[in-house]
């Protein structure tokens, strides 16, 4: 028998598949990534798309700190940050692999969250989004004073990634392996989701009185995903610093921690969907509207507040209810 709350707009059915289930949310996001090259008329493409899925990967696990877990961050950058210099550092000054010195990276963000993370998940709302942001400003600051080590303001050269002898270069091949990369986080984090884990960080985002009362250890889990997402943020800035070939302290400044958050909201929270669809507005819409030259940032503005009013739970979660309602 058919279920009468079943949508019937073929929109609004693909979109169901893509956002409720997990194997439809990896197909889709498989499609996306395979699709667009059939028709990328140069190589500027395939940059564009390289930076998208690269910043996804941050993207998806921001979204799980904020989307699930409801804990805002406006330093997640810092970690991006290290990740990129543990890549440009380590293989020059420690002879370290590249994938070493992505792992050893990930390592320390992970033990730089847990052990920032005890006392800053401590605070809610705005307390916390200001210990976040002064977090991430100290990360760019020992980026930017260290001068000996990461370059200073001017940043410094970041090796090429060797696999078997062979150097990993060209825009082409970082898009197939920031697409893949990329879908291989978006399985983990819709793995996470359905978890027992995943079940106490929603509910920690509903209410943490409450959590508490039905026995969730509410201090853990938080800190746990603080520290998930911070890996996240981390392997983003290494594939970005070996793909770019060079790495400044810009990459774990203040804006691009602004950017993260607004890629998570534009999206949707709690929608790993959302995270990649937010990440390709906000890299794409600046690429697009470069013929406005100086009015460029003026538009990109306007945008980003039309989505807000119209779309305000974000791209995905809000086209997904007006197609389920429009269907009803």
């Known amino acids: 028998m058919a279920n009468p709350a079943a949508p019937t707009h073929p929109l609004s059915r693909i979109l ?3 956002t409720g289930d997990k194997i439809g949310t990896l197909v889709v996001l498989a499609l996306l990534v395979v699709l667009p090259p059939l028709v990328f008329p140069s190589s500027f493409y395939y940059r564009v798309g390289a930076i998208v899925w690269i910043l996804a990967i ?10 699930y877990a409801g804990q805002v961050s406006l330093g997640h950058a810092g970690f991006i940050g290290i990740g ?4 440009a550092i380590l293989p020059q000054r420690f002879g370290l692999h590249g994938l070493a010195a ?6 320390v963000s992970a033990l ?12 809610r709302g705005h307390y916390l989004a200001v210990a976040t942001l002064g977090f991430g400003i100290l990360i760019a600051m020992v980026f930017t004073n260290e001068a000996a080590w990461t370059g200073g ?9 060797v696999l078997f002898g062979w150097p990993v270069r060209g825009s082409d091949t970082w898009y197939w392996i920031g697409g893949a990369t990329m879908i291989l986080s978006a399985w983990l984090a819709l793995n996470l989701v359905d978890s027992p884990t995943g079940r106490a960080l929603r509910a920690i985002h509903d209410s943490e009185v409450a959590a ?3 026995g969730v250890d509410v201090a853990r889990y938080k800190l746990t995903v603080f520290v998930i997402s911070a890996v996240y943020a981390s392997i983003a800035g290494s594939f970005l610093a070996l793909f770019d070939g060079h790495i400044t302290p810009d990459a774990a400044g203040f804006l691009r921690s602004v950017e ?3 890629m998570v909201v534009i999206g949707g929270m709690g929608s790993i969907v959302g995270s990649v669809v937010g990440t390709a507005v906000i890299v794409v819409l600046p690429q697009t509207l470069t013929f406005l030259s100086d009015y460029k940032h003026l538009m990109i503005g306007a945008f980003i507040m039309l989505f807000m009013i119209f779309l305000r739970s974000g791209i995905v979660p809000a086209l997904r209810e007006k197609l389920f309602r429009r269907a009803a």
């Not at 990129?84 to 890549?87: E, F, K, L």
Request: proline share 6%; hydrophobic share 60%.
């Open 260 to 262: 993260l958050v607004t």
């Open 212 to 214: 508490k009362v039905v």
């Open 16 to 18: 169901a598949v893509a």
């Open 58 to 67: 941050a993207s998806i696990g921001l979204n799980l700190l904020m989307g």
């Open 112 to 123: 730089l969250a847990y052990f920032a993370g005890r006392p800053i998940l401590r605070l």
């Open 102 to 107: 992505m792992a050893a990276g990930a390592a």
């Open 153 to 161: 303001p001017d940043g410094m050269r970041v090796p090429r990634l």
């Open 84 to 87: 990129a210099y543990a890549v």
